[in-house]
């Protein structure tokens, strides 16, 4: 079945430490997967796709299909990042987005 | 450029009651789909309609229907509400049939069934 799993309902850091929100995905197929964002009181929103192997407000996010995850980090979180991130498989042929439950980041000053 | 709409925000029904829900997207798409989320929850997958057909669906049952106008702007409807259907029902919309991934999703609409 495919499903995507976000461990962590909540991660607290300081400004200027370390950021890995986890994700792991199940799908038998090749995987397409993206981070969505929501900042409060605005609309979710596309982050980062792992096909783009870019890097948005400094977060990047690399696909390992031996470990069947895609974490998303940034060295160095701010304020701003305070947000609610989600995970999200897109299932083949389908035209279907598959979320997580999401992981909130607070990050204090 | 105009961004996803959604109407009512907010809106209480009680069980067995009918509710629609209206979206209109993006200007420029002509693929809407329409998720459900639950308190605590991940946006879940219903369908997506493009030019006017469904083109995919989720777990849902039949009483979940949906529409999509030749403008592109589209309607959820729900008939026999349950109580767990309480849920933020949220709107994306999306260029071209085949799915890239890239949704730009509308603010949502929070339906409470008492």
């Known amino acids: 079945a495919q499903r995507v799993t976000q461990p962590e309902k909540l991660l607290s850091v300081f400004k200027g430490a370390p950021v890995e929100l986890k994700c792991n995905y199940s799908?038998?197929?090749?995987?397409?997967l993206f981070w969505y964002v929501q900042y409060s009181r605005q609309r979710l929103q596309l982050l980062l796709r792992?096909?783009s192997r870019e890097s948005i407000k400094g977060f990047t996010a690399d696909l390992n299909k031996g470990e069947t995850s895609f974490h998303l980090k940034k060295p160095f979180a701010q304020e701003e990042d305070s947000a609610m991130y989600y995970c999200a498989l897109l299932k083949y042929n389908t035209d279907k987005l598959i979320f997580g439950t999401g992981t909130r980041l607070q990050v204090f000053p | 450029e105009t961004g996803v709409t959604q109407s009512p925000t907010h809106l209480i029904k009680t069980r067995g009651q009918q509710v629609t829900l209206r979206c209109s997207s993006q200007s420029g798409h002509n693929t809407v789909s329409w998720y459900q989320q639950a308190l605590g929850q991940g946006p879940q997958f219903i369908f997506q309609y493009y030019r006017e057909e469904e083109n995919g669906r989720g777990n849902f049952p039949p009483r979940f229907s949906g529409l999509q106008f030749p403008n592109y702007s589209s309607e959820l409807n729900v008939n026999a509400l349950e109580l767990d259907d309480s849920a933020l029902y949220l709107c994306a919309s999306s260029r071209g049939q085949g799915n890239t991934g890239e949704l730009f999703f509308g603010e949502g609409s929070r339906l409470t069934v008492l």
């Open positions: 799908y038998s197929g090749s995987p397409e």
């Open positions: 792992h096909i």
